[in-house]
T-cell receptor, first 112, second 111 residues
Framework: NAGVTQTPKFQVLKTGQSMTLQCAQD?????MYWYRQDPGMGLRLIYY???????DKGEVPNGYNVSRLNKREFSLRLESAAPSQTSVYFC???????????FGSGTRLTVV | GIQVEQSPPDLILQEGANSTLRCNFS?????LQWFHQNPWGQLINLFY???GTKQNGRLSATTVATERYSLLYISSSQTTDSGVYFC?????????????FGKGTHLIIQP
């Protein structure tokens, strides 16, 4: 039982390049989330998908797009990376309103 | 949106000491979780505790939902307890809208 799996774990991009961060969960959870964590701060919500087929903006969505590919997978795309997007990205999932969230191990992204 | 404040921001203790971390939140919540982020960056779920008291080994947590705060107790600290402790909440009625995190308490346990 792997839980929430994120790939890649590390990535360096040049300004203007694009990339997709992948997230998959094997717990049959309905809702999935993307967060970013900047130094000295807590996590901030970028986008979420409350259920398969829906996506919504979180607190800091600018510069990102998401796709809920199926119930298991939720990807985050940076179309034109900027240095301000240097961060650690976490994916999370949960099954319902009164249940806890499970987090992946994170992707450390550096944009130079 | 809901506000989450954690205190203290930093805490340095000797191995064996006890500590209490506090989380205040500004609105009623569906969900409150405590996480430990270890020095390698992994987020480890400690407690799902929207109300009441739970214990897991040397750690325990209490949430008083009516007064909008939660406490995390760490007893007999070990160096492996070092890291950042986050409190995160989901607003009541927020459904699947995601967690709002505090800025964390950075705990250093010295041998």
């Amino acid at each position: 039982n792997a839980g929430v799996t994120q790939t890649p774990k590390f990535q360096v991009l040049k300004t203007g390049q694009s990339m997709t961060l992948q997230c998959a969960q094997d717990m049959n959870h309905n809702s999935m989330y993307w967060y970013r964590q900047d130094p000295g701060m807590g996590l901030r919500l970028i986008y979420y998908s409350a259920s398969e087929g829906t996506t919504d903006k979180g607190e800091v969505p600018n510069g990102y797009n998401v796709s809920r590919l199926n119930k298991r997978e939720f990807s985050l795309r940076l179309e034109s990376a900027a240095p301000s997007q240097t961060s650690v990205y976490f994916c999370a999932s949960k099954t319902g309103t009164f249940y806890g969230y499970t987090f992946g191990s994170g992707t450390r992204l550096t944009v130079v | 949106g809901i506000q989450v404040e954690q205190s203290p921001p930093d805490l340095i203790l000797q191995e064996g000491a006890n500590s209490t971390l506090r989380c205040n939140f500004s609105d009623s919540v569906n969900n409150l979780q405590w996480f430990h982020q270890n020095p390698w960056g992994q987020l480890i779920n400690l407690f799902y505790i929207p109300s009441g008291t739970k214990q897991n080994g040397r750690l325990s947590a209490t949430t008083v939902a009516t007064e909008r705060y939660s406490l995390l107790y760490i007893s007999s600290s070990q160096t492996t307890d070092s890291g950042v402790y986050f409190c995160a909440v989901e607003m009541l009625g927020g459904g699947a809208d995601g967690l709002t995190f505090g800025k964390g308490t950075h705990l250093i346990i010295q041998p």
